[in-house]
């Protein structure tokens, strides 16, 4: 998932996922960041990821990977 910031007002932006399994967990990679977390496809599709872009023009490569 590719996620821009075209200047917006607002440095977040909270990423919701779609057609994930709520059940299942998946490894989740900020690839400019260097963060990776464990979240499950529920908190992915409900509660989301909150993205923090450090300028007006940015964006952010975001790796979902299920986990076995």
């Known amino acids: 998932v590719i996620v821009t910031r075209d200047g917006a007002p607002s ?3 909270q ?3 779609h057609g994930l399994e709520a059940g299942r967990s998946y490894r989740v990679r900020l690839e400019d ?8 496809g529920e ?4 509660t ?3 993205i923090l ?3 007006d023009y940015v964006s952010e490569i975001v790796h979902v ?4």
């Open 33 to 40: 960041e260097g963060a990776i977390y464990t979240m499950t």
């Open 43 to 46: 908190q992915l599709m409900t």
């Open 48 to 50: 989301g990821l909150e």
């Open 11 to 13: 440095p977040e932006f």
């Open 65 to 68: 990977e299920p986990l076995d």
């Open 15 to 17: 990423l919701k996922l």
């Open 53 to 55: 872009f450090h300028g």
